[in-house]
């Protein structure tokens, strides 16, 4: 499977695990992903405090940058 549809695939679960199968994805609004972003980036600093690592600014910027 090419990695863009992967992702996609990825990205499409995770929205409808977040907002619900009854929501239609094409009515998810750019609001309703920063909403999805902001819960990931909660999460994420979530696990990273409980790791008892210190947590840097920019936590997607720096992980993508990784690569």
Avoid at 30 to 52: C, F, H, N, V
């Amino acid at each position: 499977m090419p990695n863009t549809k992967r992702n996609y695939e990825v990205t499409r679960k995770h929205l409808i695990d977040h907002f619900g199968r009854e929501r239609m994805l094409a009515e998810i609004s750019p609001g309703d992903a920063d909403e999805w972003r902001e819960s990931l980036r909660t999460q994420l600093l979530r696990i990273i405090k409980k790791a008892g690592v210190n947590p840097w600014p920019k936590l997607f910027h720096n992980l993508r940058a990784s690569r």
